[in-house]
Every structure is written in C-alpha cells, then in structure tokens.
C-alpha cells in the first residue's frame, strides 16, 4: 500500500509536468489542426536556459528561491521567442498546404532546435545545482518532497491561469472562436493571424516552466530529453481529447500515475518479465490503444477523421 | 516518357549500367571505405523507395519506419550467428526477415490506418520507439535480443563456397567483400525499382493515388481504401524488413543503436528531399544525403581546423542542422522535392483553401 | 417496370437535429428520378446515407433485391450504385482519364502480382480499362481533356468528368447530387442530353437538383422532401402544383 501510495505521488508529480506540457499541445492542435512537432524541444530550451542561469547566480548567496525564479524568469521569454518563430517561420507560410507539410516542416524545426542545443550545452547530462534542500515530509510510509509539493502547485496555478484566460477574458473567447471556425472568427474581426501567435506563445511560456519543472525534478537535462517528454505529454493530450483543455490536464495526470504504477508493478504482474525499465512504453501503449478504440480521447468531442 | 527516343533511352540506361557495374573498381582506387560508405547508402536508397510507397505514393506518413529496418535486421542476427548458435542461409532469412517485418506492419496498420494523417505519423513514432526499447530490454530474464549490447559475429551472406565476407578474384579482378556486396546490394536495388515502378503504373498504384488524393471519393469509387493503405504499409514493411536483413550481415554487428528515432526522420527527409512519390526524386534524396556526412567529413573538418586549429563542430551535428533545414526549406520553397512527381507537384503547389 | 431502389422509413439525427424522418419512396429501373426540396432539406444527408457513408438511425434501403444496410461505401458501389458530390470531389492532381481509369477499380481485378509481372491477363485487363475510360470521356464529351489534370478543367467539364468517372463503375443507379450546380443554360442543356441518353442506355439516374426547369424537364417523378420529411411524390407536373411544395419553397401558405 505504501508502493502505491509513494508511486501515486510520484505519478501525480510528473503528470502535472505532462500536462502543462500537454495543454501547449493541445491549444495549438485546437486552433490550427498542427501537431507542433517542436513543442518538446521548447520545453528542452526552457529548462537548458533555466539551467544556465541557475549555475550562473547559485554561488552569488541568493536565497534558492530567487535565483529559481530568475532562471524561469529568463526561460519564459526565450522560449516565447522561439514559439513565435516557429510560427512564423515554419508554420504559418504553410498554413494552406497539404496537412503533412507543416508536420513535416515542425520535424525539421524539432531536429534543429535539438542540435543547436546540443551546440550551446554539449551532448552530455548536464546536472542542475541542487540549490534547494530537499524536504521529505512522511504521509504514512510514502514520502512527499518539497519539490514534489512545489511542481504539484506550480503546474496547478499555470492551468487555472490558463483556463482564466481562455474562458475569461476577450482574448480567450476570441481564441476560441478561431478554434471553433477561424473563417467565421475571421469574419466577426478577430485578427486571425495575431490570435494564433498569442496561443504560440502562451504554448511556449507553459513549456518554458514545464522545462524548468522537468529540470529540478530530474536534477539532470540532456539535449534529446525534449522529443520522449513531448510525445509523452502529446500521448497525454490525445488521451484527454486533442483540443480539449480540460482534457489535457486529465489527460496528462493520468498518464504520469498509470507510468508510475506501470513501472511500479509490471515486475509484479508479468512475473518478473519485464521491469521498470519498460516505463517508457506506456505512454506509447496509451496513445495506440486510446487513438484505436477511442480517437475522440475521454473528454473530446473531434471526430478523428473529417470528410 | 512512353516512346519518346526509345534507342536513346536505352543507350543512356546502358550507360549508367556500366558506370554501376565498374563503380566499385573506381571507388576501390580511393579505399575499400568508400565502397562500404556506397553499400550504405544503396541501403537508404533501398529503405527511401520502401518508404516512399507509405509516403510518396499512398500519402501515409510513417515515422516509426525504421522499426521494420530493425526486425529484418535483428531476425538476420538470431538465425544467423552464434547467439542462438544458429546459422540458417541467408537466402532463407531475408525473405523470413521481410516477412516478420510485414507481419508486425499489418498488426500495426490494421487498427490504425483509419486514424487521420497526423496521428498516423505519432502512433508509427510511437511504435519505432516500443520496437528499440523491447530490443534493449529483451535479455532478461530470458536473453533474446542481448539487450544494448546488440548481437556481434553475425554471419555474412554464403552461397555454397561462395563467401561474401572473403576476397578471392575472378576473371583476374579482385573481389573484396564489400564489392561483392555491392553487386548483391545493386542487383536487389534494380529489383526494387523494378517493382516500386511497376506498381506505380498499375491498379493497385491508381488506387494508392486515389486513396492519397480524396479518401472519401476514392470509397465511393468502389476502393476499400482500408485494405489499399494496408497494403501499402505492409509492402513498405517488408522492403524495410529486407534491407534489415542485409544490413546485418554487412555489418556483421547490430545494436539498438542503430535504429534510432533519427534514423527513421533520416529516412522521411530523404523521401521528402528527393520528392514524394517520384521514385528518381527519391533515389537522388537518398544518394544524396547518405552521403552528405562523408563529404561534410572531408570539406568542413579540414575547414574549421584550417581556421579555429580545431574541430569547433561535429559533422554529425551540421548534418542533422542541415537535415532540419533543408526539410523546413524544403517544405516552404519547393515541396514537391527536388525531382518532382508530375503529380505531386501539383497538388503541393496548389492552396488548398 | 420493376423495382431497383427501395427506401423505408429511413430517419437519421445529428447531435439535436433530425434530418430525415421515416422517408419511403421506389425508383424503378429506368426512371429519372428527381430530389428537391429547399436548402437543409436533407437530399445529400440521403444521398449519404445510401451510399453508406452514415448509417440511419431507423429505415432500411433495398437495391435490386437486396438489403443494403451497413454496407460500406465500397462495398455499395460495388452493389451498383455510383455518385457525383455536391462540392465535386475529383483526384484533382490526376489526369482526367486516369480519374476515369480509377472508377474502373471496382470492376477489375489486378493484385501486387499482376503489376509486378505484367502477365498478359494483366496487360489486357489494363487495355481495357483505358479503352473504356477513353469511351467514357467520349461518352460525356471532354475526350479532348483526357490528359489535363482533372482540378485545371473548366467547371462544368469536372462535374462531366465526375459523371464519367461514376459511369465507369458500371452503376445500375446513378446517384447526382446537384449536377447543374454553376452551369450556364447551353451547358445545362448539354447535361440534360447527357442524362437522357445515360437512360436510354439503361442505367437508372437518382437525381438532387435545384435547377428546376432541368428537373422538370428531364425526370419521371420527383421526390419533395422539406425539414427531412417527405411532403410530396409525383410526376413533376403534379408536384408543382402541390400546395404543401408550394409552401415549402415559398415560406408562405399557398392561397387555396
């Protein structure tokens, strides 16, 4: 029970890092139909440049918590930078073409945004500086860290800021509008190509805190940790119905337990056949199995197929 | 091109046949590597024209391509070397191979091909990436696949006394192994051509056109277009099965390393770069970027020490920003590839509104 | 004459909206048979629903003495029903004939095999099926097109090339939806001549039209349907007179 509990929390944990990853998924998908293949190499940079800054003022005797905050601080708008010119770049000049050119165009701008990386922090494992102390607190046998309690909050703000401004404000209604119809939002004033930029680079700034999140949490980064965490949280954001944002924080939670639990006991269930080492493959048997036998995700209304 | 200058044509196919035939000889001359570098970069051609029949001709994209690369390969290793202590002649394997590759291609597309384009392209992702992590985890507790590892000591291609792991020469010319692997690897790139091209101009290649085209006027037409994709993805499979195959013996080693998310992306650019569809296009994108790293080797390492005194950036990584970029360029400027189908440039460049 | 198409009680909803109620009505072979009714009206969510792209939620076609229920769109047009979309859908990067060659599909068989090898089945069956897309361009007169990409034809030559293309499935009902949709009057005129003679050479034509001196002109009986519920069924004569059709395309209550 305490297992359970323990990889409970941990599956929570990395599910809410998921699911900030997944709602940039999901917005961009909601309003433009493109899956941004490049949205795990976002989250990538953001915690590169997180770590950047924090190696940079952690000797300077700062009290931990600034100098996190000033590592994301720097992340959110170089990460907002490169949404935009994906956009505008890679995307929007192919906003007309067949579906697969703009995925193709997002695979090409994914493999160079790894290998710039790679450039500016090397191709090794790069550690963070364990700046904060970590505070276990006991809940019966399973423990909770601080950092844990931390990402838990922190992603748990980010969504309701979100969904404040998405079902809020006027620029969420005109997010909205252009996800439901843009020819039709077009048509009622709302500036098409301005409202697609904005979800970019709302997309980007979650990635951006996603990055650093995933960075603390791991204590370690590497340049092709960008592509697994953005399919995982792309599988999170189907499971929950691309395009649905409420379905994306589900989505994303579920898909963090059912990995813990997953790499918890599968030694349990297959008799030792197969170990935690499989903890990778889950995600992917979700999206197959949840694409297969429900396309729609659980909470999504989309038809997977329009004629 | 039906009759138009006959004589001409074939004089200019037999010319590049001999250009081929006496290619390695040529190459030999510059160092038995280049001749290996060029069976390589026959295998891409091989896995570019598998893939462009997903891609190219029925519009699928498969990102998990190289998975079925690594089934043919990895079905070579056990039958063929001392892990099992198994040792099963190639001409037996290959086909086995391409059919185990074939098999998990129908298990796979069966019951996603209804899924629209995109999706498509993530589950194939996702299924290349279950394939390699299987492959680097299976050797335990029962030790199949010798985890990361890989399986060393594979057999190469026999033929009664004929060894391609041996030289020996013939008709007073030298045959290394790699030259006599050449020819193997030329004789089965014909031989895909031959059908890839064959196909195109056929029923079947009319519906995989149709199907590629307008999905739902192409049921209407009377085409079950569940079973036309299935087929298209189950002939890639296999071709990407049998290039498995081969490469393992050429090699004589495998690893999961070998088959890597980049690898399958390295296969799609290739596709993408020569044109969709276009099965020359196609040949060109993979000559061309398999052997991209090798000339970036000898132009921009000699550059940069030249300049900096040192190697400031591994040709391995310009190559990949390369690929990057020309894909997005690609896409942006010309998408139809470099060698356009007739067809397919038609309807890339149009817009649809 | 005998039976070739027979609809009842087909309903179907979407989400909120009920689309066609307990419609019934029986073409017989030979006949033009017209659909109309005002935008909304529900003719191509029938038209969808025959060639199975929905399904009905209640009813049941019958087509030359079978069933069709839960057949596939393949399958139905293997059964001999062949259609035309409203907003046509052409190959349009594809060749005007092989648009044609491609409607030959379901009638021929070449496999993998047959490609590859080119066996001299194959090489007749692939003759053929050029020499009957050739006719068929013939037969709707755009031969002069046949190798011009089907999306860079004027429209009215596509909304032809469409008809041959379904011709090409060898339908024993033709299924139109809005054929006349953007013609010119010589041009309607030339379709109304096309229709007829596809009749006369034995094929059955279900035709959605809004071009009402066409539907008048060329059909047998029409079929009115208004908010997806049959309100009158007659020769076109008839129907025209009818008050509730009346009403129907003009808002108001016919005066009696």
Not at chain 1, 275 to 296: C, E, K, W
Not at chain 3, 110 to 131: M, N, P, Q, Y
Request: glycine share 12%; with cysteine.
């Amino acid at each position: 029970m305490d297992i359970f509990i323990q990889q409970l929390i941990n599956g929570v944990t990395l599910g809410s890092v998921y699911a900030v990853v997944a709602l940039g998924y999901t917005m961009v998908y909601g309003i433009i139909q493109l899956i941004n293949f490049a949205h795990g190499e976002v989250v990538l940079i953001g915690a590169m440049v997180a770590f950047s800054v924090i190696t940079a003022l952690a000797p300077g005797g700062w009290p931990p918590l600034m100098v996190v905050a000033a590592g994301t601080m720097v992340a959110i708008p170089v990460c907002m930078a490169i949404g935009y010119g994906l956009e505008r770049a890679a995307y929007r000049p192919l906003r007309n073409a067949p579906r697969l050119a703009p995925l193709i165009s997002a695979i090409g701008m994914s493999i160079i945004l790894q290998h710039l990386a790679l450039l500016v922090w090397s191709r090794n494992f790069i550690a963070f500086p364990q700046i904060i102390r970590s505070e276990p607190y006991h809940i019966g046998g399973a423990i909770i860290t601080n950092v844990q309690i931390a990402i838990i909050a922190t992603s748990v703000a980010m969504m309701a800021g979100l969904a404040l401004i998405v079902y809020r404000t006027r620029l969420g209604t005109a997010m909205r509008a252009t996800a439901q119809n843009q020819h039709v939002a077009g048509l009622m004033g709302v500036d098409i190509n301005r409202i697609i930029a904005v979800t970019f680079l709302i997309a980007a700034a979650l990635a951006a805190v996603a990055g650093v999140m995933v960075g603390s949490y791991y204590g370690i980064a590497h340049y092709q940790m960008g592509s697994l965490l953005g399919l995982k949280a792309f599988s999170a954001a189907v499971l929950g119905g691309i395009g649905n944002l409420p379905g994306a924080m589900l989505g994303g939670v579920l898909l963090g337990v059912v990995e813990a639990l997953g790499a918890g006991y599968i030694g349990d269930f297959t008799d030792n056949w197969f170990g935690s080492n499989y903890q990778d493959v889950f995600a992917f048997m979700v999206l197959i199995a949840v694409l297969v036998f429900r396309p729609t995700g659980l909470l999504g209304e989309r038809v997977g197929e329009r004629t | 091109m039906k009759g138009r200058h006959p004589a001409l044509v074939w004089v200019g196919a037999g010319l590049v046949g001999i250009a081929l035939l006496a290619l390695p000889f040529a190459l030999a001359q510059a160092g038995t590597a280049w001749v290996r570098i060029t069976n390589f970069a026959i295998l891409y051609v091989l896995l570019a024209l598998g893939l462009n029949i997903v891609v190219g001709f029925a519009g699928l994209l498969d990102l998990g391509y190289i998975a079925f690369y690594a089934l043919g390969a990895y079905v070579y290793a056990l039958l063929a070397s001392p892990h099992f202590g198994l040792h099963l002649p190639f001409w037996l394997i290959l086909p086995i191979g391409a059919l185990v590759a074939c098999l998990f291609g129908v298990l796979l597309g069966a019951p996603t091909l209804k899924l629209r384009g995109d999706y498509l392209a993530i589950v194939t992702l996702g299924f290349g990436e279950i394939i390699r992590i299987f492959l680097n985890n299976l050797s335990q507790p029962v030790n199949i696949t010798n985890g990361p590892q890989g399986v060393s000591r594979i057999d190469p291609f026999r033929f009664g006394g004929f060894d391609f792991g041996k030289s020996e020469t013939l008709f007073g010319l030298a045959f290394s192994g790699p030259v006599k692997y050449y020819y193997f690897l030329l004789a089965m790139m014909m031989a895909v051509i031959f059908v890839t091209v064959r196909l195109q101009d056929s029923r079947i290649g009319r519906a995989w056109e149709a199907v590629r085209e307008d999905e739902t006027a192409a049921r209407a037409m009377g085409i079950n277009t569940t079973n036309i994709k299935l087929l298209a993805f189950a002939m890639g499979a296999s071709f990407g099965g049998l290039a498995g195959g081969m490469f393992a013996a050429i090699q004589g080693f495998i690893s999961p390393e070998s088959f890597v998310l980049v690898e399958s992306i390295m296969v799609v650019s290739m596709v993408v770069l020569g044109g969709m569809g276009n099965v020359w296009g196609v040949i060109l994108g993979a000559v061309l970027l398999s052997f991209a790293p090798e000339v970036l080797r000898y132009t921009v390492e000699p550059v940069q020490k030249s300049i900096f005194g040192k190697s400031l950036i591994e040709p391995e990584v310009i190559r990949m920003l390369l690929f990057g970029l020309a894909m997005v360029l690609i896409m942006r400027f010309r998408p139809a590839g470099l060698l356009p189908s007739a067809v397919r440039k038609r309807e890339l460049a149009e817009r649809k509104g | 004459m005998s039976l070739l198409l027979e609809a009842s009680g087909v309903s179907r909803r979407f989400g909120g909206v009920q689309a066609l109620t307990g419609v019934s009505f029986s073409i017989s072979r030979g006949e033009i048979y017209g659909l109309i009714g005002p935008n909304g009206a529900g003719k191509t969510t029938l038209f969808n629903l025959l060639t199975g792209i929905y399904l009905p939620d209640e009813g049941s076609f019958g087509f030359d003495g079978h069933p069709l229920s839960r057949l596939k769109p393949h399958q139905v047009a293997e059964a001999g029903i062949a259609r035309t979309f409203q907003n046509i859908r052409l190959f349009a990067n594809l060749s005007a004939l092989e648009n044609v060659m491609i409607g030959r599909h379901v009638r021929t068989r070449a496999g993998v095999l047959g490609a590859v090898l080119r066996d001299s089945a194959t090489r007749r069956e692939e003759a053929a099926i050029e020499r009957r897309a050739l006719e068929l361009l013939e037969y709707v007169g755009i031969a002069a097109r046949a190798n011009e990409a089907a999306g860079g034809l004027p429209y009215g030559d596509q909304r032809r090339l469409e008809i041959a293309r379904a011709l090409a499935t060898d339908p024993k009902l033709l299924a139109l939806d809005e054929p006349a949709a953007g013609m010119n009057a010589s041009e309607t005129l030339a379709l109304r001549k096309l229709l007829e003679r596809i009749r006369a050479d034995g094929t059955t034509i279900l035709l959605i039209e809004h071009d009402m001196k066409l539907v008048m002109g060329v059909c047998d009986r029409v079929l009115v349907l208004d908010y997806g519920e049959r309100i009158a069924e007659g020769p076109p004569g008839e129907v025209q007179k009818d008050p509730r059709v009346i009403e129907a395309y003009l808002g108001v209550p016919a005066a009696a």
